[in-house]
């Protein structure tokens, strides 16, 4: 049974382009959670999605990013006109209900230059 | 609303020594607690977790952790550290109740192992 999986690992965007980040949740599991983790910080909550349905996306920047989990198929974060402050590694967790103890991917490290 | 404060941001420590990381947090609703490993450009590893019951919980690669309701507290423990216990460990706590099932994160402690 295959963990969570991300790609790409490692992504470098220009400013302005646009970053889209995806995850493989592991089988089974229809919650998804994806985190930023800025440098020297810890991990901040983003966006919580049930398939096809977004249930918390309060820690979502207002512009610019944009989450999906369809009915088929891996999430996808989406970010629109990339700047430098975008910079960090989002990671994703998936837990078949609850999230209790949810399992994380290994992350995406975006690079913007 | 909840919130984590994880007072170290690092600990070094001999290897074979026995280590205490500390995590307090503050909610004003029942909460699920957490810790996480974080290794070098790698994802986090559930060490454990208090859910309910025995206030002591043991995880994997021999840590355990108390929970202390009283000090708001769930701090991390390991008798002996070995020099691959190295790296970014993260206290958590979620809501035990609601809709939304989100991880609130500490700042996360850097255990350093040294031989």
């Known amino acids: 049974n295959a963990g969570v999986m991300q790609n790409p690992r490692h992504l470098v965007r220009r400013r302005g382009q646009e970053a889209r980040l995806r995850c493989s949740p592991m089988k089974g599991h229809s919650h998804v959670y994806w985190y930023r983790q800025l440098p020297e910080e810890g991990l901040k909550f983003m966006v919580y999605l049930q398939k096809e349905n977004i249930i918390d996306e309060s820690g979502m920047p207002k512009e610019r990013f944009s989450a999906e989990f369809p009915k088929e198929g891996p999430s996808i974060l989406r970010i629109q006109q990339v700047v430098r402050g975008d910079s960090a590694a989002y990671f994703c967790a998936s837990s078949p209900y609850g999230g209790l103890g949810a399992f994380f991917g290994q992350g995406t490290r975006l690079t913007v230059v | 609303a909840q919130s984590v404060t994880q007072l170290d941001s690092q600990v070094p420590v001999f290897e074979e020594a026995p280590v205490e990381l500390r995590c307090n947090y503050s909610?004003?609703?029942?909460?699920?607690l957490f810790w996480y490993v974080q290794y070098p450009n790698q994802g986090l590893q559930l060490l454990l977790k208090y859910l309910s019951g025995s206030t002591l919980v043991k995880g994997i690669n021999g840590f355990e952790a108390e929970f202390n309701k009283s000090q708001t507290s769930f701090h991390l423990r390991k008798p002996s550290v070995h020099i691959s216990d190295t790296a970014e460990y993260f206290c958590?706590?979620?809501?035990?109740?609601?809709?939304?099932?989100?991880?609130?994160f500490g700042t996360g402690t850097l255990l350093a192992v040294q031989p």
């Open positions: 958590a706590v979620r809501s035990s109740g609601g809709a939304t099932n989100k991880l609130i």
């Open positions: 909610s004003s609703v029942s909460v699920y």
